[in-house]
């Protein structure tokens, strides 16, 4: 009666519609506190392992650097056959990551993991028994080939649990483990290289890779225990929960049933190749310029060890903060191009700075921090543009071979920069980063303008 009488009375179009907006504002409000905590308690539950894992994975990828110290004069080793074995590790990763990735969304995450992670950590581990360089290349060649669908994997899992607008964050995060190994592998392989060498009838080298290659034996049956294939087999989320997830998700998920994937189809898609090019170019810089900051830092005039180490690590360390407040920009406004576009300008401004100082050593290492935090936002705010951008009937097949053919751009920059360094110096090896940095940036804002169907 009181509506009708107030609707009769001329009010109610006055005083109805405050009621509702604010009821609904109370309603967005609550659903808002409800999926902040959702997406907090899935974080806690995801996150810490992934990232763990993928810390142990980088130290195994990169360790082979320290090993050589020893490796090289214990079993004589050439330059020639140690820089063979390290670049065929690419060529099984490259060989391996689409048909993993397509593997996981079959068997799903729990099995692909287990897989993944007791293969590569038994061949790390194994590591410690080579003898001839055939037995380095068949071992570095398989470590490729086991550990390739990891990276690709968990970011195609991630995209299960977590929608498009919170995922740059999540997926910065993530990558954060990277930052984290660059810091601790230095002092810890020194320090297993210097003090473990020839306890109990072992060299340094073959301790380091028998403590850093079981970690990952470890922790694939724990990823196997402790991960749900889906959120719907998640039991530690109560169906409340579930549905919420499922609400939210579906929100960005397209109305109809997606086609059925074609290999061949995708094979022929320019914009995947366009993506995958971006991705050679963004990993040619990032790696060019991680395996020689140590040689840089010694071109400044630094020559103790551990001051090289601690040198290093303060670019690490400026640019996680950079890299987790850009990500978290880019969440908030739900961009991704112009936020890589700006990336890799610090990138080049930073570098620019780098190699202006003339290799005097506080400007050069302020030129670094700042580059770093360029080059540490290009590879989430790539990653999560690329989820965004493909398809979901293309995502697993598109992010692995994307990836695939990314990581070998790791390998040409690596030789690149080797003839570099014989012809140009440190300034020449910086002047090849810009350039493949300023080119990723460029075609990625050139190729998204297309769709991949």
Not at 33 to 45: C, D, E, G, H, V
Not at 181 to 209: E, H, K
Not at 293 to 312: C, E, H, K, M, T
Not at 411 to 437: Q, R
Request: hydrophobic share 55%; aromatic share 10%; with cysteine.
């Amino acid at each position: 009666m009181a509506n009708y009488n107030g609707a009769m009375s001329g009010n109610w179009h006055r005083s109805a519609p405050p009621s509702v907006s604010l009821r609904s504002m109370d309603n967005v409000e609550n659903n808002s506190q409800a999926l902040s905590a959702l997406y907090r308690k899935i974080s806690w539950r995801l996150l810490p392992l992934l990232m763990l894992a993928y810390l142990v994975s980088y130290l195994d990828r990169v360790n082979i650097g320290y090993a050589k110290l020893q490796m090289l004069t214990a079993l004589q080793f050439s330059d020639a056959v140690y820089g063979m074995g390290a670049g065929i590790f690419f060529v099984g990763y490259f060989l391996c990551e689409v048909p993993s990735n397509l593997l996981l969304e079959k068997i799903g995450a729990r099995k692909t993991m287990l897989r993944i992670m007791v293969l590569w950590g038994a061949v790390a581990a194994g590591m410690m028994l080579v003898k001839t360089p055939a037995q380095f290349y068949i071992m570095r060649f398989l470590l490729g080939v086991f550990e390739a669908g990891f990276f690709p994997g968990v970011v195609l899992y991630l995209t299960y649990w977590f929608p498009a607008a919170r995922r740059g964050k999540v997926l910065a995060l993530f990558m954060t483990s990277t930052i984290a190994a660059s810091l601790v592998a230095g002092p810890l392989c020194g320090a297993i290289l210097q003090y473990l060498d020839g306890w109990r009838g072992l060299a340094g080298w073959q301790w380091m890779f028998v403590l850093q290659g079981v970690p990952a034996l470890l922790l694939g049956v724990v990823l196997f225990l402790r991960l749900d294939d889906q959120p719907e087999q998640a039991r530690w989320l109560s169906e409340a929960e579930r549905e919420l997830l499922r609400a939210d998700l579906a929100q960005g998920a397209p109305a109809a049933p997606p086609p059925k994937v074609s290999l061949l189809a995708m094979l022929r898609s320019r914009v995947i190749y366009g993506y995958a090019m971006v991705n050679f170019l963004m990993i040619g810089a990032t790696y060019a310029l991680v395996f020689w900051v140590p040689s840089l830092i010694r071109s400044w005039g630094v020559q103790d060890a551990l001051l090289i180490g601690l040198y290093a690590a303060l670019p690490n360390l400026v640019g996680m903060i950079g890299m987790l407040l850009m990500a978290r920009h880019s969440d908030k406004h739900g961009e991704r191009r112009w936020h890589y576009a700006a990336s890799v300008g610090i990138a080049l401004a930073g570098i620019a700075l780098t190699i202006a100082a003339q290799g005097v050593l506080l400007p050069s290492l302020i030129g670094m921090c700042i580059a770093t935090v360029g080059v540490a936002s290009t590879t989430p705010l790539f990653i999560t543009f690329t989820t965004e951008a493909l398809p979901r009937h293309l995502q697993a097949a598109g992010i692995g071979m994307i990836t695939s053919i990314g990581i070998l751009g790791g390998g040409a920059s690596s030789a690149i920069t080797g003839v570099l360094t014989h012809h140009g110096g440190p300034n020449a090896i910086l002047a090849f980063v810009m350039l493949l940095f300023a080119l990723s940036a460029a075609l990625l804002l050139l190729v998204s303008r297309r769709r991949a169907d």
